[in-house]
Nanobody
Framework: QVQLVESGGGLVQPGGSLALSCATSGFIFNSASMGWYRQAPGKQRELVATITPRGQTYFYEESMRGRFRISRDNAQKTLSLQMNRLKPDDAAWYYC?????????WGQGTQVTVSS
């Protein structure tokens, strides 16, 4: 049974930082390309960053490049997203999952709120 458990969200002021984490189980993590997705209020969930099994990364959201860092620990089966210099536009629910057509059932997500 696949489990994806996101954590680390919270309320932060603009310019602040958060470290999101995703604990996984039930599939072969070190063979899977993984991604962070976000869903802002009134919008569809979208893929924002990916990382291959060997650690190649890509950010679909250009504004995140240079501010966010996606990483993974294959031994611990965890995915991380370090978020720096946060902006109000970054506020959303964040989810982790595999990338491609066959994603797993979604976890509960973790909420990021950016407000002064």
């Amino acid at each position: 049974q696949v489990q994806l458990v996101e954590s680390g969200g919270g309320l932060v002021q603009p310019g602040g930082s958060l470290a999101l984490s995703c604990a996984t189980s039930g599939f072969i993590f070190n063979s899977a390309s993984m991604g962070w997705y976000r869903q802002a209020p009134g919008k569809q969930r979208e893929l924002v960053a990916t990382i291959t099994p060997r650690g190649q990364t890509y950010f679909y959201e250009e504004s995140m490049r240079g501010r966010f860092r996606i990483s993974r620990d294959n031994a611990q089966k965890t995915l991380s997203l370090q978020m720096n210099r946060l902006k109000p536009d970054d506020a959303a629910w964040y989810y982790c999952n595999t990338v491609g057509n066959d994603v797993f059932p979604w976890g509960q997500g973790t909420q990021v709120t950016v407000s002064s």
